[in-house]
Every structure is written in C-alpha cells, then in structure tokens.
C-alpha cells in the first residue's frame, strides 16, 4: 500500500464574479439529452457523495493457503475555503499453492476542491488504478491513472454541474496510451415544480487514449407527483452508453496481415428504461396498493478492430447482443390490530437474441457458420411468482406466522440445435409457531415443504426430469435471563429427488438425503467481567438410494459432523480477552449390507484466542485465530494455523 504523504497550504485567492452567460450555458448543457452515464449519484466522480472524516481500517486474515490484505484510509481537512479528501483501497490476496497466485488491486483518489464563491468552486482530481495478477489471465496488469480539473456550478440549490478536463495514461497488457480527458457532470436534487418532483443525473465523458477510446453517456430523469397524502407516482427513465476498448493478443494471421502485435476489442453497451410505479395507501385505512412496471433494452456490440475472413474462421468475430426484458409488479399491503400480511404478484420476461456482424471480405458460408453458433444462444424465458406473508397475533404472547412461494419458470430456445427447453415449478410453505412461554423465555416450532418440478421438453434431456421434495421440521426455545443465556433447537429434514424416468435409463438414481441437526449457544455470566460461552451443533446425515412409489431408502452414505467451541470471556475496561478450545470431527461411513462401515475420520483440535481492544474513543484493534492439530485417516497429521488481525481508526 502507498504510504502518503500530504502537505496542505493555505490558499488565499481572489477572483472577479462569473458572468450570467456562464450560467445559462451550464443550464442548456444540463440539459442537453445526449449528456449522459452508466452511473448513480454514488458513482459519480465530481459530484458523489463526499466523505467529512479521516479513518484507517486495515484486515488481515489467513484461512488455509490463502492470505488476504484489505486496507482503507480516508482523509479529510479542511482549510478555509479548500476541502482535501484522500480516499485509497488496497487489497492483496496470496494463495499458497504449486504456482504461488498473488493478485493486488490499488485504487488511489485525491481530491482539492477551492470554495471561490457560495455557487462556485474550482477543484483538482487525481486517480489512480492499479491491478497486478500473476496468473496467466486475459488482462493480469493494468494501470489507469489521470488528473483533471473541475468547477462545481450551483445556478439554483437544487441543480448543480461540473465540467471538467485533463490527461490520462491507460496501460493494458503491457501498453501504455495517453491522452485527453474530459467531460461534464450534472445532477438535480429535489426539485420542486408544481406538484412534481424532479431528480436528475447526467453524466458525459471521453477519453481519448490513441488508438483506444472509452466513452461514458448516462442521462436519468425521474419524476414524483404526489397526489395527495395517499396517492403518489413515480416515472423514471435513463439511457446509458458505455464503451471500453481492450487490446487483445492478436493471431498469428491477423498479426501477419496488419503488422500488428495486439488487436483492439470495442464493448459498446448500450441501455434504456423507462419504468413507473403506482403507489395508493390509505385504503379503507388497512389496505396499500403498489403497482409497478419496467421495460429495459439493451444493446451489447463487440467489435474487433483489425480482421481477416481467416481470423473470423478460427473464431475471433463481431457480435451483436439484443435483449429486451419487461417487468411487472404488484403488491398489496394489509394490516390492522391482530394481522398484517402482504400479497404480492411479480411477472417477468427477457428476450435475447445474438448476432454476427457482416464485414467486407466475410464469405457466406462462414457467416452463415457462425450465425449458427450465435443463434444457439438466442432464448427467452418468462417467471411468474406469487407469494404471501402474514403475522396473525393471536395473543400477546402467541404469534403465528406464515408464509407462501409459487414460481413458474418457462425457458424457451429457438434454434433447432438446442434441447436446453425447460419449465421449472417451484413451491415453497412455511408456518412458524412462537409462543412466550415467561418473561425470560420464547418457545418456538417451524414447519417447511418445498416442492419442485423440472420438466425438459425435448427427448434428448428428458432423463433430467425430476421431482424435488423437501420437509423441514424445527423446534427450539430462547432462554434470556439475567446470568443465563441460551438459544437451541433440533431440526429434522428429508430431501427426496425422483427422477421422471429413472425406469429406462441407467444415468440417473432417485436419491433421499436425510438429516438430523441440533445447535445449541449458551453464555453463563460469573461476574460483570468475567462470562463463559459455548457454542455447539451435531448433524447426522444419511444418503441414499430411493424408491418413491414404495417409500423405501437403501443408505449408501452416513455422515457424523461434530463442532464445539467453549470460551472463557475476560473484559477488563476497554479490552475483551477470550480463550478457548475449537473442535472439529467429521466421521463417514459406507453400508454394506445395511451395515455402517467407518470410512474415515477427521479430527481438528486446537486453541483459540481473541483479543478486542478499544485503545481511546476511536482506535478498535481486533486479533483473533485459531490453531488446530489435525489427524486425517490414512493421511499423517498436520497443523495449521488461521489468523485474522484488524484495525479500525477513526481519527
């Protein structure tokens, strides 16, 4: 991570008024339809959300082979009239293997913005990029650093913009391009105009990185009429563009054709959106309605620079993605003294089609190939879901809750070579029972059935078709007292898988996975300082062959997975010191002749320790991990260790 070094002046100046031209032009460039970006108000660059406070968190952690380095540090001061904010991240992430993967990741911006006036500002930008993978992957290095100067514009409180410009320097694969950046920026914040209102956001930027460019157009209106208390509008809608060029290794004959060593790959993704929601509460005082529909289009081109009839033959070729989705739903909400419950009703449909783009030199027959292979990617799937949740409180101390999921997907392709077409149910229930049974303790039993239905249309994948049942039955209690605390409870669940037509093919098996589960968490308070803890589960799983029309289950697999974690808790004023035992087993069995017969055994045993300092108000330092012996059957024994140390600083 960089370490930074800032020295701040104080920065008096005096500048003459900004003429009213200045600001009619900000307004008609505001409002200009082709400004726009593939962003929100969080994402932009110039006028995003600031941050008023300086602070250092800093996370390391170690599980098994992988080490991860997570870092962040905030700087703000103000000066007078000049605001400075520094803002890095960095994250680094070690996998201790053959090859040794190491991957880091900066991302450095400094901002200086000069108050010159109440509506005006003038301000300085820098950013910088870093990625470093030492894998062999399509882009493993890259570096994107630019500096640009901004003015912040305020015509009115609720409409400000921010032109700017400067350089970049953009570096792929080994590559460095540099050149101009500019762009606008503009939002509108709660405008009010009549009975409307408006927010909007605008967002222009070029860079020119010769022979690259990366374009950003964003532009979103949305507009709110509330009609009276009970009654409100909503209508949104943006275009984005968004356009990125990579390079890529060139072949070996388009490297020969165009003496070139990489290609240039343009993703051009283009969308829109239009989108309005209903909303009426108040009815009859215990009923809201919301009703809600989207249309989204989008557009995806990939362009290769450089190609060659031959290039597109062995594969590299330019496509063309339309996909077209609607949505629509709806939601009524009901509520009074003893019940309150929700209905709600979602439709949703996405068309995609895939393209191959023409170019001079393209033969038919290759064109008419790869189409082909394009078109068997076009699909279009449609889901209905409709589902209810309620609370019926029967007594002060009774609550009974409920619950119910019914999904219906339909996938559909439209190429003679695909078999994927499928339909695809899905139910879920659930019915939840609490009861206070003291003042200290809630007693509790769930129930859960899930049913779903996987039904391929075509012959070729009719062996996937299969029957998934599910039953979950829980029950526990929450015990809360002045010393003792303490939550438990037991579940029992059965999966059953049947497959359509298991009778006449040998590929698939209806299978039965059976488990028993209980989890138990208690503290046990000695003194104001001093607590025990312990925390616990025990699952037994059984899998196995099963038959659905007679009920019956022949086990192949059990399995017996044990963890416990006791602590003994220290607070002494600002720290918390906790130590401990961490234990792991994991026994299977295979059957033969219905008999159980030990596979193996895995054994984790070790300590584990924490330490949470709050040094000062604002300074938090966590250290915690665990050591652990492990004995595996047939294997010879290991240690290892897993650590997390963490720093939280706000200063």
């Known amino acids: ?316 070729y330019d496509t063309k993605i339309d996909e077209l989705k609607l949505e629509i739903d709806a939601a009524t909400r009901y509520e009074s003294k003893s019940f309150n419950g929700i209905l709600r009703f979602n439709f949703y449909e996405r068309d995609e089609k895939h393209q191959v783009k023409i170019f001079d030199g393209l033969t038919q027959p290759i064109y008419e190939q790869k189409s082909e292979l394009e078109e068997q990617k076009n699909n279009n799937s449609s889901r209905a879901t409709l589902s209810f949740y309620g609370n019926y409180k029967i007594s002060s101390n009774d609550l009974l809750t409920f619950s119910l999921y019914q999904s219906k997907l339909v996938y559909d392709t439209k190429s003679i070579f695909n078999d994927d077409d499928r339909d695809e149910l899905l139910s879920i229930i659930r019915l939840r029972y609490s009861k206070l049974l003291t003042s200290y303790f809630t007693g509790f039993i769930n129930a859960e059935g899930t049913f779903g239905h996987t039904v391929y249309l075509f012959a070729s994948r009719s062996s996937n078709n299969n029957q998934n049942r599910i039953i979950r039955l829980r029950a526990g209690g929450e015990y809360l007292g002045s010393i003792i605390k303490s939550f438990n409870s037991f579940e029992v669940s059965a999966n059953y898988t049947v497959y359509d037509f298991e009778d006449v093919t040998t590929n698939y098996q209806s299978y039965a996975f059976r488990q028993f589960t209980a989890i138990d968490s208690t503290s046990f308070q000695i003194t104001n300082d001093v607590s025990l803890s312990a925390y616990g589960y025990l699952k037994l799983s059984e899998i196995g062959d099963f038959k659905w029309n007679s009920f019956t289950a022949r086990p192949t697999r059990f399995l017996e997975e044990l963890y416990l974690e006791p602590r003994f808790i220290l607070n002494y004023e600002r720290t918390i010191f906790s130590i401990g035992l961490r234990l792991f087993l994991l026994n299977t069995y295979s059957y033969q002749q219905n008999t159980k017969i030990p596979s193996s055994e895995y054994l984790s045993l070790g300590p584990i320790a924490l330490i949470d300092v709050l040094a000062w108000k604002n300074l938090n330092m966590i250290v915690k991990g665990y050591y652990e012996f492990i004995t595996y059957t047939d294997v010879p024994g290991k240690e290892q260790a897993s650590l997390l140390m963490q720093v939280n600083w706000k200063f």
């Open 1 to 316: 991570m960089n370490v930074i070094f800032l020295k701040l002046l104080k920065i008096k100046s005096n500048y003459s008024f900004f003429s009213l031209c200045i600001f009619i032009a900000a307004i008609v460039s505001f409002i200009n339809p082709q400004s726009y970006s593939q962003t929100r108000v969080d994402s932009l660059e110039f006028l995003g959300r600031s941050f008023n406070i300086n602070l250092l968190n800093t996370t390391f952690d170690k599980q098994l082979n992988t080490f991860y380095l997570i870092s962040q540090l905030k700087l703000y001061g103000n000066y007078d009239n000049v605001d400075i904010r520094v803002n890095e991240n960095f994250g680094s992430t070690f996998i201790r293997n053959e090859t040794k993967n190491t991957r880091d990741e900066q991302h450095l911006n400094l901002n200086a913005k000069y108050m010159f006036r109440k509506d005006v500002s003038f301000g300085l930008l820098g950013s910088s990029s870093l990625l470093s993978d030492n894998r062999s992957l399509g882009i493993n290095e890259s570096a994107v650093n630019y500096a640009a100067v901004f003015s912040e514009i305020k015509p009115i409180d609720n409409i400000r913009l921010a032109p700017f410009a400067g350089y970049t320097s953009n570096k792929q694969i080994g590559v460095t391009d540099n050149g101009n950046l500019y762009g606008v920026e503009g939002l509108i914040e709660n405008l009010n105009f009549s009975d409307l209102e408006i927010n909007s956001v605008l967002r222009f930027r070029n860079e020119d990185i010769i022979p690259r460019r990366n374009l950003i157009r964003f532009y979103e209106l949305s507009v709110s009429n509330n009609f009276d208390r009970s009654i409100s509008n909503t209508i949104r809608t943006f275009f984005s563009q968004n356009r990125k060029d990579f390079y890529l290794e060139a072949d070996s004959i388009t490297s020969l054709t165009f003496n070139i060593n990489n290609n240039i790959q343009s993703r051009i993704e283009t969308a829109y959106q239009i989108f309005d929601r209903l909303s009426y509460g108040g009815f009859l005082d215990i009923f809201s309605l919301d009703l809600a529909i989207g249309i989204n289009w989008r557009i995806i081109d990939r362009d290769n620079r450089y190609k060659t009839a031959e290039s597109v033959n062995k594969g590299s």
